[in-house]
């Protein structure tokens, strides 16, 4: 099992950066896959982007593509995001998730979150215009 924490959110202004962590505790030495999930109210929750840290090999939604980073240090079992040109439109709660057998090319899906068990509590980021 593994837990996970995120933090890094807050308020930013239309066209700032930010970058979220997502601290990972426990049995941190299986083959997880760490995604990004973001939910804004009334929307279905979407794939940002995943990593699998022991090979760094990375994924990203489709609509994600260009402003968003995704990395990690493994020596921290931290995996960030790193989010750039915010829009107001990038305002949700961000939440981490891992999953250890669904290929990562997979959870960059929509409606990929339905399927994965393990979430962090989630950090708010709102950006205004």
């Known amino acids: 099992e593994v837990q996970l924490v995120e933090s890094g959110g807050g308020l930013v202004q239309a066209g700032g950066s930010l970058r979220l962590s997502c601290a990972a505790s426990?049995?941190?030495?299986?083959?997880?896959?760490i995604c990004w999930f973001r939910q804004a109210p009334g929307t279905e929750r979407e794939a940002v982007s995943c990593i699998r840290p022991r090979t760094g090999s990375t994924y990203y939604a489709d609509s994600m593509k260009g402003r968003f980073v995704i990395s990690s240090d493994n020596a921290k079992n931290t995996v960030f995001l790193q989010m750039a040109r915010l829009k107001p439109e990038d305002t949700a709660v961000y939440y981490c998730a891992a999953d250890a057998r669904i290929p990562a090319p997979l959870l960059v899906r929509p409606g990929s979150y339905r399927q994965i068990q393990i979430w962090g509590q989630g950090t708010s980021v709102t950006i205004s215009s």
């Open positions: 426990g049995h941190t030495s299986d083959d997880y896959a």
